[in-house]
């Protein structure tokens, strides 16, 4: 009954709206408090109706969804063997699998979303993003102004934390090299000795039966300069890491990482490396094909001098010429 003719009504309208305002400083101080005291305490929470791979326990702890981890662990499967987050997104919307959200069409930045949380590995970090103004309610990333804690073990692990801090270092080498393409093998692995530039791949005689793609240095005619490094062929690249693979001197060790890597993979890439172990065994070590999943498992990046020789760095940091 406020009559906002008058300038009591106006002045009424205005008392309530300070109440109003000051009783919604108070909720908001409570809950903000109540959250951080939670994150203190090292309690980690998601919101699993949109958070893939696990469900909410008992107590409101994080349980493993067994159908939703198998599509965490492809996701980083894939990711690892050399596909892009797009490409990983694009596979998964043809398989029709569900994304976090419940939607059938996959994007990449989801994609990352998945590759990049630490929940994956069983630890959390709390606090990443914090209420700036009350009123708003707008979330904002947190730069330092609240204190954030990390906590280890927090919950059961889909991923494997040394599968997890790979990915990690994966990631950050494609955030280095310019113009990755995660549709080729070779993308962001071969490196130019004489000028530092990752190398690219080029298509020769694209429109007639003499096609084939050579990689070369990104560098060799751009930025008015000039990389007088050597092209490669696909088949010289794939040769050199089957001599490689050869010449490894502890096979037995060389077994024993190739299963603890086949334990962390799913699907197609787990059964191409299980038939190049089954190779390496009954062939006592002698390789005579080149296979991409054994070259995604072990290869970090290669190094080419300038007449076209190759320096391979494995992903244990091992070092060795082709």
């Known amino acids: 009954n406020i009559r906002t003719f008058d300038a009591r009504g106006e002045l009424l309208i205005s008392i309530m709206s300070s109440l109003a305002q000051e009783e ?64 990983i997104a694009k596979k998964l919307t043809g398989l029709g699998v569900m994304t976090p959200a419940g939607g059938r069409i996959w994007r990449a930045g989801t994609v990352g979303s998945i590759l990049t949380n630490e929940k994956y590995k069983g630890c959390a970090l709390l606090q990443k993003s914090y209420t700036a103004d009350y009123l708003t309610k707008k ?37 280095e090299t310019e113009g990755f393409s995660g549709k080729m093998i070779f993308s962001s692995r071969l490196r130019c000795g004489c000028c530092g530039a990752w190398y690219g791949p080029k298509v020769w005689h694209s429109t007639d039966r003499y096609r084939r793609i050579v990689w070369q240095c990104n560098a060799r005619y751009g930025d008015g300069r000039r990389c007088a490094s050597k092209r490669l062929t696909e088949a010289e690249i794939k040769s050199a890491f089957v001599r490689v693979v050869n010449r490894l001197a502890d096979r037995d060790a060389l077994l024993s990482d190739l299963r603890e890597i086949r334990d962390a993979l799913t699907g197609d890439e787990k059964r191409e490396l299980d038939r190049f172990i089954g190779t390496v065994e009954e062939a006592d070590g002698a390789v005579t094909e080149f296979d991409e999943a054994m070259w995604s498992a072990l290869v970090d990046f290669v190094t080419v001098d300038g007449q076209g020789g190759m320096t391979f760095t494995l992903e244990d940091g091992t070092e060795t010429g082709a």
């Not at 947190?142 to 991923?159: F, K, L, T």
């Open 139 to 175: 979330l904002v990333p947190n730069d330092g102004a609240v204190p954030q804690y990390y906590v280890e073990d927090s919950h059961p692990a889909v991923i494997d934390p040394a599968v997890f801090d790979r990915v990690q270092e994966r990631i950050g080498k494609r955030r």
């Open 24 to 87: 919604s400083r108070s909720i908001s101080q409570n809950v903000t408090w109540g959250q951080r005291k939670r994150f203190a305490d090292g309690r980690a929470t998601v919101p699993f109706s949109r958070f893939l791979g696990y469900d909410r326990g008992e107590n409101g702890e994080l349980v493993i969804n067994p159908e939703e981890a198998e599509t965490v662990r492809l996701i980083y499967g894939e990711f690892l063997s050399g596909l892009s987050y797009t490409a």
